[in-house]
């Protein structure tokens, strides 16, 4: 039983979204450090010491080349092993949102772990613009992804006041805010991934189907992927920000309609929880 | 030996960049030669072996799960024209940086690379053609970039320092003086006689670097000539503009922390905190580079913010642009111009590159359009932040102290970007300073954000400065006035070499702070930014000189008193007389006989409020703001849209910085160039009446909130001094007014264009932004109509019969060929009225009693309706005030639904009781209901005016922006 789960959340040059990650955590009970990798480079920090690792969105040395590539190349360079041994401990999740879940792609670590081995990318959304807006996301009921126990009861989010009175099961409404978003991988890959149901998060339309069409999936990522997990179901890689949606009122509509409870907040709060009963 | 690598897409249909181009082609300048356009990115390595290229290659420029890779040799099959573009050798790359830090971590050491793009074009073409495509195309602006005809030897930029020369000017006669001036220092002969006077008396002639300095201090950009300058108006002596500003503002702070003496305008926050706001311009550069002059306005206020106590954090970001209509025919260009669609594009893009990397949400900003903008558009930015009240006070270096250089390299970029941007703009401007230009680097401004604060809360910071137009001689001149400093040119890390010492010291390289550090700290500070992967160097102390000391390689270059440096500008003095050319009133435009132009049928009346909807001022800009990440860092409590369908605009924005405590912070703003040209006090106070309607409309108090102004104007000649003079007088008037302080501001007086006998004038921009504070963000509302079958109410009076300046009377013109010049009778906003509405819409708000509230702008009361409508997606039933209704008297539907009088609001409440209830001490009026039917129906005197389905308005007014945008 660990009391605190102590969170590594991970800052490299043009990391931006660390501190309401952070603060996500925090609200959700964990402990969380922001830790810049150079900081781990030079040994002042470890992987070693925290159970959750946390790769935040932002533009991580300005995406250069492509989107989260220098900070990839970076961490396979120098991290293979400290994060192979970090992966292989039961008391351990990785998380990487947007910027940082094109890191997790580019890395390897997901969709099926093998570091230093890319199997899938994240590449320029079809509009070949940025998109920043919130999207309807449909939860695969059959991951064992431990991230999202409880999701499935939450309501709210960009539904209309009808819908929002009986809330389709499985639906999260997230925001988006990225330019490299697509995600793309050879057929084989992705018939793998649904087999072993690692795709967690698909774009929805109205209706709660998973859609193709922009904007409800806004950048034409195949299959409307938009959130993967690892085999272990212990690494999410999603591009939507659940740490956006962590208090009611950062909603555009909590004025107009009832939301119980912030849609984004689950998931750390189950990640703190899985720790702590590990 | 240099290796080249190109990376492209392995399937065609990836190749996003060239649909995108073939679409232009095909749709746009229907040409159908062009069978097909491939693009590629290409990387040049220099210093490595071909074999090492391959690893990088594999590891780090392309992904094999859709893209293939050539090294040295061609990636596609023949049959192809190709054009290679890039920057041009010397402007900065942001992605070599990276590129050479992550080959070091694959371990390979990069003496030198680039990066740029080819196109392949197939099809029957000639060069020539292409050429001349690419340039229709805009993808090659030769500011900055250049087709690369034949391969570089080298990567490495080298050359050789000048020598620091001097210039004599102790003796030479007043033409000679001017000619010195022209074109590089841009001062006049009265000035330039007093730096004569000032080496006279020192017997010896000044350097280079003495007399650049001296012109950047006393530039309009920097020195604020006209602002300080004593006046005549009509013959009477009035105060200087700032003083003006300055002695009212000052009356009314209860909130100021510091205004006025800082990079930014700071006010009290809660517990404990100050938040602070600036707006700053970049027109010049925007007008010859949009992108990149985008980029480094933003980058510039966002250090302005972080410059100001010992450092503030940024956390909201506005763009506010006025520009020329984007369709503008091509013939009416005048030379040297960019066509207004491409500095759209581009100047967003650059605003959304640099704020989407550094995190700092994007979130309030308009757009106007005025043909005028055509040669000088106006690209204001603005920047908020938040800081411990005990950082908030302008910091003061003391003797013995370090100055401490922070941040990007020094190049050769922006040189004499102060100087060029208080001139007049010709169609020269484009060849002579494209130097003056520069691309922005955003992430080295971050991390250096990052070390910064990181050092303020460690007590580590004594001053900062930031190091923007002027570079190193104003931000080392400014933050030393006080002790004087001694500077070693040496000892700034440069990014090439071969600067003389007055480039360096003149560069406007961007990214770059100057900091005083106590030498106890700099240890400290330097293991700080090490972390961060953040550059410094020490310059040199604050030695307690009072001059300006500045050596290279302990050399003098530079060696004047710094109280002549600040002080010894003389006061201009300027006079200027109402023109006798001013408009007539507009009176007699009223009459029964103009009826005719007035919508008669249902259709008539659909097409023209359609024609309202889709005018480039009014339409929806939602596809704009959806490229900028506005709710990064989480605070956002009200966001630019929302509603059902999350396309309903909303008049301010509300952020929660301290995310788990209740306080807010409301931003807003308003500007009405077209008014402002009509008339400069009723304009200008429209203006201000705008912002702060905005503000209050969603639950903002006023009381408690500060203003912020900023003046784009003409090049204050005698006719534009005129107008400046009435619109300061507005602003003084609205502060005491209202009781609020304006507590920060900038001008920028060039906007006029000259060539031959074409004298274009700016449309003058008075943007007035507010921003404070509020203890609840519960108590804040959106405008998204919420219940069916509530109440609408107008709150406040329109000003009916003054429709000069109106998108409605422009539009009903230029359908009846008529000419709007001749009028000048705008909204007139009662002053003594505003308060109390102001304030009873408040206390309203507050207690809950308000379901939505929008105020009425471009567009007026149907569009105010119109767009709450869209945010509740449903309908509203409008019955017009029949006949005479106490005062309410509407002879024309027409005015009574399109009138622009700002400080009036369309309110959703429950019932009619409750609204006789809220509102009985100020004007206010039933409209109808809101309806569960999305249609806008308008009854007059129980006959259907017209009755509208809202998704017919709404693709109206969604799709000029969209066009564009998609």
Same mark, same amino acid.
């Given at each position: ?57 932002? +533009? ?33 999740? @990785? ?88 995600? +793309?991988?050879?057929?084989?890959? @992705? ?7 690692? @795709? ?24 409307? @992927? ?41 998931? +750390? ?10 | ?46 210093? =490595? ?144 006689? #007093? ?70 305008? =700071? ?96 979130? &309030? ?13 106006? #690209? ?51 060849? =002579? &300073? ?52 001694? $500077? ?149 409590? *009200? ?69 912020? &102004? ?54 003058? $921009? ?18 998204? /109509? ?36 001749? /009028? ?15 304030? =009873? ?28 409508? $869209? ?8 019955? *017009? ?27 959703? #409440? ?57």
């Amino acid at each position: 039983m660990i009391p605190k789960p102590k969170v590594l959340v991970l800052k490299a040059d043009g990391t931006n979204c660390d501190e309401e990650l952070y603060f996500a955590f925090k609200l959700s009970g964990g402990d969380p450090k922001i830790v810049h990798v150079n900081e781990l480079r030079n040994k002042q920090e470890s992987l070693k010491r925290y159970n959750i690792l946390a790769i935040p969105g932002g +533009f991580a040395y300005g995406d250069d080349i492509v989107s989260g590539k220098i900070l990839a190349v970076e961490l396979t360079s120098f991290f293979s092993e400290e994060l192979k041994k970090f992966t292989e401990r039961k008391d351990t999740l @990785i998380i990487g949102i947007c910027n940082g879940f094109q890191v997790l792609v580019r890395t390897g670590l997901l969709p099926f772990g093998t570091m230093s081995e890319m199997q899938a990318t994240l590449t320029n959304n079809d509009s070949g613009h940025f998109e920043c807006r919130w999207i309807n996301l449909k939860i695969n009921p059959n991951s064992k992804c431990v991230f999202l126990n409880g999701l499935n009861t939450s309501d709210g989010g960009r539904l209309s006041e009808r819908e929002a009175m009986t809330p389709p099961r499985w639906i999260v409404s997230f925001q988006v805010a990225h330019g490299e978003g697509k995600f +793309f991988a050879s057929n084989e890959t @992705i018939k793998t991934m649904e087999q072993s149901n690692l @795709i967690v998060f698909r774009y929805v339309d109205d209706k709660g189907k998973p859609t193709q069409k922009y904007p409800d999936n806004p950048n034409g990522s195949l299959h409307a @992927i938009a959130g993967i997990t690892d085999p272990t179901g212990r690494i999410l890689g999603l591009m939507p920000h659940p740490e956006r949606f962590v208090r009611i009122e950062q909603h555009p509509n909590w004025r107009r309609m009832k939301i119980p409870k912030p849609q984004g907040l689950p998931i +750390f709060g189950n990640m703190i929880k899985y720790i702590k009963n590990e | 030996m240099i290796q080249k690598i190109r990376v492209i897409s392995t399937n065609p249909n990836d190749d996003l960049l060239s649909k995108s181009l073939l679409f232009e082609i095909r749709k746009n300048l229907k040409i159908n030669s062009i069978k097909k356009i491939r693009t590629a990115k290409a990387y040049r390595l220099e210093g =490595v072996t071909e074999k090492e290229a391959l690893l990088l290659s594999q590891k780090l420029f392309s992904e094999k799960i859709n893209q293939i890779f050539s090294i040295n040799k061609s990636i596609f099959n023949k049959n192809y024209h190709s054009f290679e573009i890039a920057y041009k050798p010397g402007v900065m790359n942001p992605e070599v940086a990276s590129i050479i830090a992550s080959a070091k971590n694959l371990g390979i050491n990069l003496i030198s690379c680039d990066s740029s793009r080819e196109y392949y074009f197939y099809g029957n073409a000639t060069i020539k053609y292409l050429k001349d495509l690419i340039r229709k195309l805009n993808l090659l602006n030769t500011t900055v970039e250049h087709i690369v005809e034949k391969e570089p030897k080298t990567l490495i930029v080298r050359g050789s320092p000048g020598e620091t020369s001097i210039i004599s000017i102790r003796r030479v006669g007043d033409e000679k003086l001017m000619f010195l001036s022209k074109d590089k220092l841009f001062l006049n002969l009265s000035e330039m006689k #007093v730096i004569q006077k000032y080496f006279n008396k020192l017997k010896r002639d000044p350097t280079d670097c003495e007399l650049e300095t001296i012109a950047q201090t006393w530039s309009e950009h920097s020195g604020h000539k006209t602002f300080k300058a004593k006046l005549f108006v009509d013959g009477k002596e009035k105060k200087p503009l700032i003083e003006r500003l300055k002695n009212e503002a000052l009356k009314h702070g209860k909130n100021i922390v510091s205004a006025f003496v800082d990079n930014s305008g =700071v006010m009290d926050f809660y517990e404990g905190y100050a938040i602070s706001a600036k707006g700053e311009t970049h027109n010049s550069p925007s007008a010859i580079e949009p992108y990149g002059g985008a980029m480094t306005g933003t980058g510039g206020v966002f250090r302005d913010i972080v410059g100001t106590g010992q450092g503030g954090k940024t956390i909201i970001s506005t763009d506010i642009f006025c520009l020329a209509n984007p369709n503008l025919s091509p013939l009416l260009l005048p030379k040297g111009c960019l066509p207004p669609k491409y500095i759209l594009k581009r100047v967003i893009k650059g605003v959304a590159d640099y704020g989407n990397r550094m995190g700092i949400p994007t979130s &309030n900003g308009s757009i106007h359009f005025h043909d005028d903008f055509r040669a000088k558009p106006t #690209v204001l930015v603005g920047a908020y932040g938040i800081m411990p009240k005990k950082y908030a006070k302008r910091g003061k270096p003391k003797i013995g102290d370090v100055i401490v250089s922070i941040g990007g390299r020094v190049g050769r970029d922006g040189i004499h970007g102060a100087t060029f941007s208080s001139g007049e703009m010709t169609d020269q401007t484009i060849i =002579v &300073n494209s130097q003056a230009v520069q691309i922005g680097n955003a992430i080295e401004e971050k991390r250096m954000f990052d070390a910064i604060l990181e050092a303020r809360d460690k007590d580590l910071i004594r001053a900062i400065q930031d190091c923007g137009g002027g570079g190193l001689s104003s931000a080392i001149g400014e933050i030393g006035e006080a002790t004087g400093v001694s $500077v070693e040119l040496k000892n700034v890390l440069l990014k090439y070499q071969g600067l003389s010492p007055w480039e360096i010291w003149l560069s406007e390289s961007q990214e770059r702070m100057i900091l005083a550090i106590s030498k106890n700290n700099i240890k400290e500070f330097e293991r700080i930014c090490k972390k961060y992967n953040v550059e410094i160097s020490i310059l040199g102390t604050f030695d307690g000189s009072k001059k300006l000391k500045v050596y290279y390689n302990k050399k003098l270059v530079a060696n004047l008193d710094m109280n002549f440096l600040h002080h010894g500008l003389p006061q201009r003095v300027l006079k200027t007389v109402c023109s006798n050319e001013k408009v007539p009133p507009f009176s007699g435009w009223n009459l029964e006989k103009q009826k005719v132009l007035m919508p008669q049928t249902q259709q008539q009346w659909i097409s023209t409020l359609k024609k309202v909807l889709s005018h480039d001022n009014v339409c929806s800009k939602e596809p704009i703001v959806r490229l900028y990440d506005h709710t990064v860092q989480g605070t956002n409590i *009200l966001q630019p849209y929302g509603g059902e369908k999350m396309n309903g605009r909303n008049d301010a924005i509300v952020i929660r910085r301290l995310l788990v405590k209740p306080y807010g912070m409301v931003v807003s703003h308003g500007l009405n160039p077209i008014l402002n040209r009509i008339d400069p006090y009723f304009g200008s106070i429209w203006a201000a009446t705008e912002a702060i309607s905005n503000y209050v409309a969603v639950g903002g108090d006023y009381k408690n909130a500060s203003l912020i &102004n900023n003046y784009i104007w003409p090049f204050p000649d005698e006719e534009s001094l005129w107008s400046l003079d009435k619109s300061v007088d507005a602003v003084c008037d609205f502060m005491s007014t209202l009781k609020m302080p304006v507590i920060s501001g900038k001008d920028s007086l060039s906007s006029t264009y000259r060539k031959d006998n074409l004298v274009i004038k700016i449309p003058p $921009v008075l943007c007035i932004s507010v921003f404070g504070k509020i203890p609840d963000v519960k108590k804040t509302i959106s405008s998204d /109509f919420k219940k069916e079958d509530s109440v609408i109410c107008l709150v406040g009076k329109p000003d009916f019969e003054n429709m000069a300046g109106s998108t409605y009377l422009e539009i009903l013109f230029n359908a009846n060929n008529l000419t709007m010049k001749q /009028f000048s009778n705008i909204p007139h906003i009662d002053l003594k009225l505003l308060p109390k509405i102001l304030t =009873v819409l408040n206390k309203t708000i507050k207690t809950g009693h308000i379901l939505s509230c929008h105020d009425i702008s471009e567009g007026g009361l149907i569009t105010a309706i119109f767009e709450m409508c $869209v945010g509740g997606n449903m309908g509203a039933q409008i019955h *017009l005030p029949g006949g005479r209704m106490d005062s309410w008297k509407v002879e024309r539907p027409d005015y009574f639904l399109f009138n622009e009088t700002s400080g009036c609001f369309i309110v959703e #409440v429950r019932n009619e009781k409750i609204a006789k209830k809220l509102f009985k001490n100020i004007p206010y009026l039933i409209l109808g209901k809101t309806k569960k039917e999305k249609l806008i129906t308008v009854k007059n005197k129980n006959k259907n005016l017209f009755g509208a389905g809202l998704d017919e308005l709404k693709k109206a007014c969604q799709e000029p922006m969209k066009k564009i945008f998609n």
